[in-house]
């Protein structure tokens, strides 16, 4: 190849190069822009999921936020149109949304209805802790059987059940769980066998 010709494709290589490098900078900037809001998507979405942990009126479990591009999507059940208004507002709040999608529904009756939505993270919290503290006091109280005995606390009402051999085991278990701090009300559905 001639020294001009060879110079030529040289140059026009680098010059290809040179081009191609630059197209694929581009998008290596275009990714750190979207890698960018990825990263406040999930910031928003934090804030928001952060916000109804810490309010008494949502139960944050059942609500998922989803943020794209500043709009935010919301899904799950609600108990009533109150909640749903304050999940929106909530959301709409929150520093970088530009808009709100308000999907969630109401919870209908039965397992999933408003009574059991109602009940905050910090009731489960202590309803558990209280249904442990009862299961333990049972199992350590000589005069009743613990492991006869189931435990169910909701709002600090503890229910019992199950069959024990005598009417004395029966009122000593439900004066056990009476005791117990947290404890606002004892149901004792505690059968005595025949």
């Known amino acids: 190849m001639p020294r001009p010709v060879g110079f030529a494709v040289m140059a026009l290589l680098g010059i290809a190069a040179l081009s191609i490098g630059c197209t694929q ?97 910090g009731e489960a919290v202590r309803d558990a802790s209280v249904t442990a503290s009862v299961k333990m006091a049972l199992a350590f109280e000589r005069s009743v059987r613990g492991s006869a005995i189931r435990v169910h606390t909701d709002r600090g009402t503890v229910t019992l059940t199950g069959e024990v051999d005598s009417e004395a085991e029966r009122q000593i278990a439900a004066r056990v769980a009476r005791d117990i701090e947290g404890v606002k009300h004892v149901v004792s559905n505690v059968q005595v066998r025949s």
Do not use: M
């Not at 109804?52 to 936020?65: K, P, W």
């Not at 709009?71 to 929150?94: E, M, Q």
């Not at 209908?108 to 408003?114: K, L, S």
């Open 25 to 121: 900078s581009e998008p290596r900037a275009d990714e750190k822009r979207v890698a960018g809001d990825a990263v406040h998507d999930a910031s928003i979405t934090t804030l928001i999921k952060t916000t109804y942990l810490f309010n008494q009126h949502l139960d944050s479990f059942r609500i998922q936020v989803d943020t794209r591009d500043g709009v935010v999507t919301l899904k799950g059940s609600v108990p009533s149109d109150i909640h749903r208004d304050l999940a929106a507002a909530i959301a709409g709040n929150a520093e970088g949304v530009r808009e709100v999608r308000n999907e969630l529904e109401l919870a209908e009756a039965g397992g999933d209805g408003p009574e059991e939505a109602e009940k905050t993270f």
